[in-house]
């Protein structure tokens, strides 16, 4: 179990502890639902999560086979809803992998992409697309 402390400032901000290293994150609500854009959006980390969660798995299976992951990068589009209820309803992520991964390995690290936990968690509804360009 691991746990975060997470405090309402005011003005649609909040304060997150992740209490086992202390470190801090802000959020804010974005200026398209009555917020200041000032930092991440609590569906913002969603999007962010799904990212890192990704090369993090990956970087996992690379690490236990010695394919060289390092330099990988993510960008994610995060689309909402226009309706009600509000929600994420796409997350685009566009992967950039080094070339230097061996061909053989591309497949096992995309399939290991997909089983991250955080992809697996996110509800059904919610679309996702994710890319790998390599090299």
Not at 3 to 21: N, Q
Not at 44 to 62: N, R, Y
């Amino acid at each position: 179990m691991v746990r975060i402390d997470v405090e309402y400032k005011g003005s649609l901000h909040t304060d997150c502890v992740h209490e086992p290293s202390g470190t801090r994150i802000a959020t804010d609500a974005p200026r398209d639902n009555e917020g200041l854009g000032d930092c991440y959006s609590p569906t913002d980390l969603v999007a962010t999560a799904l990212a890192s969660c990704v090369l993090t798995t990956m970087g996992i299976v690379a690490r236990r086979h010695d394919w060289p992951l390092e330099g990988a990068t993510a960008q994610v589009d995060k689309h909402m809803t226009t309706g009600t209820p509000r929600r994420i309803a796409r997350l685009e992520a566009r992967f950039a992998l080094p070339g230097a991964v061996p061909v053989e390995a591309r497949p096992v690290l995309e399939r290991a992409a997909r089983g991250c936990p955080v992809h697996g968690s996110l509800h059904p509804d919610v679309e996702l697309d994710l890319s790998f360009t390599w090299g």
